[in-house]
């Protein structure tokens, strides 16, 4: 018989997050699926993020008592009960109807925090009020200063008490994969239409009785009558701040008396700009492969941000991460958690409030179990002694995954990293 993975729609049914991944698309009509699955342009940033997990192997210890595991961590201050965050993602209600609420919900469930999207469609305080989350707010920096400092006055009020400034979506990234079910802003192909008519549960859900979900978050800010979700796309865009900088960020620390994480860096000097700006965290990210497409992996960058900036700044990571074992490789190599961007969105999309904790139920037993694997009692106790590089790269062989992405380099810079 031939091997596949879950074929049918019950989210319930999944094992893991790439058949999460699968029951999502079949709930979807394709342009949304496209939307959240795709990358930037040849989408070579997007296939490294996951290709980048092989270059490193998990080394257990034997013989050790691993009866208690204890997989929490202390992030920004505040207990939580795994080393992961729900990562800010906007247009969530395109997946289910109140996705953000469902998100939180499920995050607050796992004891976790949550992050919502500047370009979210619930509002800061209905995601507050109805998920009960530890709620961390993602800001765009906009153009009208008055603007984005009344976003975080209303986040200061709903109670975040983290602040993620994303720095590297000042331009929107070419992404072709998305576009291609277009043929102008916001209008549908004929394709992409009909194919919208084969998903009535779909349409049921998120589109019945308002239409296209509003950006909720920023509606407030445009004129009355101007307030669909067109009119908040175009908003964003005009209202993009392209002068974004480090006296932004001062400017934004200086609003801001929670915690700070600047989200978007990639380079140890940036880290370190990131410190003396005042920032409490970073996130290591490429935004999941949809910005500028052939960047490095943050896995690649890691390490060497971990060397210069531990213990001074907390260290989050994202991309691509789908597996229990990819957090833990993450956290022996410097991180202090993750975000979890298409892996909980899958979740949510599959199965709503439910879907989202499913998610979270299946990557948090992930990590317990490698834990129990490796001989590792705890998440503070992962360090590099649990990894080696692979050896592709060094023995001229190449995996099956490398060999169909044809990248096997990653396998040499993890080697030659090593060895340094
Ligand atoms: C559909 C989608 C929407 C996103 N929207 C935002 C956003 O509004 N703000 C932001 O800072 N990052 C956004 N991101 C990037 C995520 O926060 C995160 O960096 C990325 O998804 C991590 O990669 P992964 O999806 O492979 O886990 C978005 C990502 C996706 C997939």
Redesign the pocket.
């Known amino acids: 018989m031939k091997r596949s993975l879950y074929t049918g729609r019950d989210f319930r049914r999944t094992r893991n997050i790439e058949e999460l991944r699968l029951v999502a698309k079949r709930w979807l009509p394709n342009f949304v699926f496209e939307?959240?699955d795709s990358g930037a342009e040849d989408e070579a940033t997007l296939r490294a993020?996951r290709d980048i997990f092989d270059a490193w192997r998990l080394v257990p210890s034997a013989l050790v008592d691993v009866t208690q595991r204890d997989t929490s961590a202390t992030l920004l201050g505040r207990k939580a009960a795994f080393p992961f965050v729900i990562?800010?993602?906007?247009?969530n209600g395109m997946q289910r109807r109140d996705a953000d609420i469902s998100l939180a919900r499920a995050a607050a469930q796992s004891g976790i925090p949550f992050?919502l999207?500047?370009?979210s469609n619930c509002t800061i305080e209905d995601v507050v009020a109805g998920g009960q989350a530890r709620t961390w707010m993602?800001l765009?920096m906009l153009r009208e200063r008055a603007v984005t400092r009344n976003l975080l006055d209303r986040a200061r009020d709903a109670g975040c008490d983290t602040l993620?400034l994303?720095v590297d979506?000042v331009y929107y990234g070419n992404r072709e994969w998305d576009r291609r079910s277009y043929v102008r802003e916001m209008q549908l192909n004929l394709r992409n239409k009909l194919d919208v008519l084969a998903h009535p549960r779909w349409v049921a859900n998120v589109l019945i009785p308002n239409g296209v979900p509003a950006f909720a978050n920023i509606a407030r800010y445009l004129p009355e009558g101007e307030r669909r979700a067109s009119n908040g796309a175009v908003y964003i865009a005009k209202q993009m701040e392209t002068a974004l900088d480090w006296d932004s960020v001062r400017w934004v620390r200086e609003q801001w008396q929670g915690k700070l994480v600047i989200?978007?860096i990639l380079n140890v000097d940036d880290a370190r700009e990131a410190i003396r700006v005042g920032a409490d965290g970073i996130?290591v990210?490429n935004?999941?492969?949809?910005q500028l497409d052939s960047t490095v992996t943050s896995l690649e960058v890691l390490p060497e941000i971990a060397d210069a900036c531990r213990n001074r700044l907390t260290i989050l990571i994202?991309?691509?991460?789908r597996r229990g074992t990819d957090i833990v490789k993450a956290l022996c190599l410097g991180a202090d958690a993750v975000?979890?961007?298409?892996?909980t969105?899958y979740g949510v999309a599959a199965g709503g409030f439910e879907g989202a904790a499913h998610a979270l139920t299946i990557l948090a037993s992930e990590v317990d179990r490698t834990l129990g694997h490796l001989g590792c009692p705890s998440v503070s106790a992962l360090s590099a002694k649990y990894l080696r590089p692979a050896p592709y790269g060094r023995l001229g062989e190449s995996s099956p995954r490398a060999d169909a992405y044809g990248t096997p380099t990653y396998r040499q810079r993890a080697a030659t990293h090593a060895s340094e």
């Not at 935004?287 to 949809?290: E, K, P, V």
């Not at 994202?318 to 991460?321: L, V």
């Not at 975000?339 to 892996?343: D, E, N, S, V």
């Open positions: 939307y959240v993020n990562a800010p993602t906007g247009y992050t999207s500047t370009v993602q765009y993620v994303t979506a989200k978007g996130v990210t935004h999941g492969g949809r994202d991309g691509g991460f975000m979890l961007g298409r892996a969105l």
